[in-house]
């Protein structure tokens, strides 16, 4: 089989359907996906080799998101690229400049699959679309969703009530406040940059994180 240009964060099934059915057709994965999520991926393409015996998925896990991104560009450069290649969302856009991927509309386009690009919910495809056409680059697949732990005996300690978690920005602050003065060493903390958290619920309720008219 010809090597194939590889779309980000794209999910096995869309480029599986292409190439010649006469041998089977590996179709290398690479991806990002350890743990849990990892066997996930690896019972995702078992299912579709099983259904799907002219094609062979063949998931390989390559590290975090930059470092499997920076060994898929190096493997484009060599000639080795795999068929397909996951990379967190805002790396569409460095895939792109690289000339490493082709855009996943013209993969489905080519291969005359009928494809719902506005089945994605817009918030989330936003971040893999072209700003200009609308198409998606590459699909969204494994999009993460923010969770909010929090400790009901820390809450109690600090006289609130554990069953209502914080549900405003304001809630947040007031809460963190009364959890520090309680003892804690800090009220809260996040496992990512705060601006994500702020531009996820920010875009999830219509508000602007950004615009050109706040020159950002």
């Known amino acids: 089989m010809k090597p194939l240009h590889y779309t980000a964060s794209a999910l096995a099934l869309g480029l599986a359907l292409m190439g010649n059915a006469q041998a089977v ?45 920076s060994a898929g560009i190096a493997a484009f450069r060599t000639g080795n690229a795999p068929a ?17 991927i082709k855009p996943v509309y013209d993969v489905f386009k080519e291969a005359g699959i009928q ?13 893999y679309s072209d700003s200009k056409t609308g198409h998606l680059l590459s ?41 520090k003065a309680s003892g804690m060493k800090c009220g809260y903390a996040s496992g990512w940059q705060g601006w994500i958290q702020l531009e996820n619920f920010s875009a999830w309720n219509g508000l602007p994180f950004a615009s050109k008219k706040q020159r950002l």
Request: avoid cysteine; charge should be negative; hydrophobic fraction near 35%.
């Open 25 to 69: 057709t590996t179709i290398p994965f690479w991806h990002s996906m350890e743990g849990e999520l990892g066997k996930e991926v690896d019972s995702l393409a078992q299912r579709f080799n099983a259904e799907n015996p002219d094609y062979k998925i063949v998931p390989t896990y390559k590290g975090n998101y930059e470092q499997n991104l």
């Open 84 to 100: 397909i290649l996951q990379v967190y969302e805002v790396g569409t856009a460095t895939m792109m400049a690289s000339k490493a």
């Open 115 to 127: 494809f719902d690009e506005s089945q994605f919910v817009p918030t989330v495809s936003g971040y």
């Open 139 to 179: 699909q969204p697949f494994n999009s993460s969703t923010p969770v909010l732990y929090y400790n009901k005996d820390a809450f109690k300690k600090a006289g609130l009530d554990p069953e209502q978690p914080p549900k405003t920005w304001q809630d947040l602050a007031d809460y963190a406040a009364k959890l």
